[in-house]
């Protein structure tokens, strides 16, 4: 199975409707209730972070042959300037507008990292990408 | 504590409740924060039922419930709502209330009558 989603920059009015989607078909798939939160929790963080951060991009869902669940994020651009540091629990660099709405408290990379069993992150000038996988 | 004792030490308003049985919910934590990070990271091992209180009043407090099975959010301040609110509260079956106590109000007498983190 996969889906992608579109996700826009600075909609913060849908920003989090692909991770419900996804968190509402896994749901439908009895997937164990912990795994399920570890899931959504990850995904709205990088829904966010391509709302808040980035000029766009997309999501891909797909559960493999082996039951292991994929997430990739990609956007297309600016990119992250020093991944180690964006990597530092309270390290943000989100808008005034991001912070009003409840975010840019500098935990999303460090969140996804601490649910996901991996977590890649590569990042340019044209953009980031992340991948995630939940066994 | 049970959601009808809760409104009534908050003396809040029912804004939205997405089941007719919820004021019999019982809650013993509560969670406070306008840091929708901070409540991904802190409530992401919690197993037990747990009320959310936020002065964030927009969709991504919901969702943010929402991705964290949370079940009722109290809002304090007493701050204006647009109706994309109740939409969003309906579509992800949500319950809504709101106090005019601040954020320290509301943690704290919900506090004093034995809720806990």
Redesign the interface.
């Known amino acids: 199975m996969i889906k992608v989603y579109q996700v826009e920059k600075e909609n913060?009015?849908d920003?989090?409707k692909a991770?419900?989607d996804i968190?509402r078909v896994l749901k439908s798939l009895g997937i164990d209730?912990?795994v399920l939160?570890?899931i959504?929790?990850a995904c709205?963080?990088a829904e966010?972070n391509i709302v808040i951060h980035s000029d766009g991009g997309e999501i891909t869902f797909e559960i493999d042959d082996e039951g292991i669940i994929h997430l990739s994020f990609d956007d297309i651009g600016p990119g992250i300037d020093d991944l180690q540091l964006a990597q530092t629990p309270g390290y943000s660099t989100a808008s005034t507008k991001a912070r009003s709405?409840?975010?840019g408290?500098?935990?999303?990379l460090?969140?996804m990292k601490?649910?996901a069993s991996s977590f890649h992150i590569e990042s340019s000038k044209e953009g980031t990408h992340i991948h995630m996988t939940f066994v | 504590m049970l959601v009808k004792e809760i409104v009534d030490i908050l003396n809040a308003k029912e804004i939205y409740v997405a089941r007719d049985d919820i004021y019999e919910k019982n809650y013993n934590k509560g969670f406070s924060s306008d840091l929708m990070s901070d409540a991904l990271m802190l409530l992401k091992d919690e197993v037990e039922d747990v009320l959310f209180i936020t002065g964030l009043v927009n969709v991504q407090s919901l969702r943010t419930a929402e991705v964290l099975d949370l079940e009722t959010i109290i809002f304090v301040r007493g701050k204006a709502f647009d109706e994309s609110i109740i939409d969003t509260a309906k579509s992800l079956h949500i319950n809504l209330f709101q106090t005019t106590d601040t954020m320290f109000e509301t943690c704290g007498k919900l506090y004093e009558k034995g809720m806990r983190r």
Not at chain 1, 105 to 108: E, N, R, S
């Open positions: 913060y009015e920003a989090g991770s419900s968190k209730r912990k939160k570890s959504a929790i709205y963080e966010i709405l409840g975010f408290a500098g935990m999303g460090y969140n601490s649910v």
